[in-house]
């Protein structure tokens, strides 16, 4: 069964950087895209960012373009998710999820993870003076 592992939240002012990390256990990322969501307390899960197998196609929500930069290592098997300039509004459990053979991420690619995807199980991210 795919595991997948975030880690990386935490309290940070607004304006600050966190780095989210997506690690993989048991199996290998080299085949999966990965994207990231948000759910903030009483909110609908939000998508974020998503990256292909390749990592060389990588899409984001309107919300953290421009501030937020997905990555992937695939010898280290773990996905980073950069995040600058940090708002309140970002506060939220961030997830992480895989789906196999993405060779192409788009607008449209997460209906794949909430419906395909394996799921980590989040890290909270406070954005808070």
């Known amino acids: 069964q795919l595991q997948l592992v975030e880690s990386g939240g935490g309290l940070v002012q607004p304006g600050g950087s966190l780095r989210l990390s997506c690690a993989a256990s048991?199996?290998?990322?080299?085949?999966?895209?990965i994207g990231w969501f948000r759910q903030a307390p009483g909110k609908e899960r939000e998508r974020v960012s998503c990256?292909?197998?390749?990592?060389?196609?990588?899409n984001y929500g309107d919300s953290v373009k421009g501030r937020f930069t997905i990555s992937r290592d695939n010898a280290k098997n773990t996905v980073y998710l950069q995040m600058n300039s940090l708002k309140p509004e970002d506060t939220a459990v961030y997830y992480c999820?895989?789906?196999?053979?993405?060779?192409?991420?788009?607008?449209?690619?997460?209906?794949?993870?909430?419906?395909?995807?394996?799921w980590g199980q989040g890290t909270q991210v406070t954005v808070s003076s």
């Open positions: 990256i292909s197998i390749s990592g060389a196609n990588t």
């Open positions: 999820a895989a789906v196999g053979r993405l060779s192409w991420c788009n607008s449209g690619s997460y209906v794949l993870f909430r419906t395909q995807g394996s």
């Open positions: 048991g199996f290998t990322l080299d085949y999966y895209g």
